[in-house]
């Protein structure tokens, strides 16, 4: 049997695209073939089944959001700035009302990660990682003279994706582009006091 070629990476982004707008539940075979081009046994054959398209799906998500953070970070410029384009940026992904811009670890984490329990793990871990990678510039920030020690960068980086959790929660219901913005205002002021 001769196996099918394709740029998976692509694949992947349009299985992504699926699943944050409809989420996994009710985003059926159909609508995976159109988002990803493939047909469905092709899917099947490279993923098993819908279920490892998405944790595949997760696992590119996550490529594509390290190689962002890190080129956001991965400079010489002050370490807040940074920080509070990083920030910026999440806003506009809240107002943009586009599904593609969600976050699809927690859309995964508050539909299927109770039921299923590997899901979980792997969204965890990512979790993990982002908290970590978040640690790590405000340590940077620290060392730079940016930022005091009063409070450690374990506590900065969780009270930012906390943070970050809320305002993607908040859009949702209160789209205004002022509020969303002067809120990420406020939690970057706080988080960096």
Known sequence: MRNAEFDRAQVLR????????????????QDLTQATGLHPGSIYCAFDNKRGLLIAAIEQ??????????????????VLSNLKTYLDRIVIECLSCDSQQACLLTKALNEIAEQDDEVRQIITGNLKDWQ???MEQFSHAV???????????????????????GLRTFA????????IQQLADKLFEDVCR
């Open 14 to 29: 349009g299985a992504m695209a699926a699943f944050m707008h409809k989420g996994y539940t009710k985003t059926s075979m």
């Open 61 to 78: 998500y996550q490529l594509d959001r390290n190689e962002q953070f890190c080129q956001l970070f991965d400079n010489e410029g002050p």
């Open 132 to 134: 970590q990678a978040l």
């Open 143 to 165: 060392k730079k003279g940016e930022l005091h020690g009063e409070v450690n960068s374990e506590q900065r980086a969780q009270y930012l994706m906390m943070g970050i959790y």
């Open 172 to 179: 949702h219901t209160h789209p205004e582009a002022q509020t």
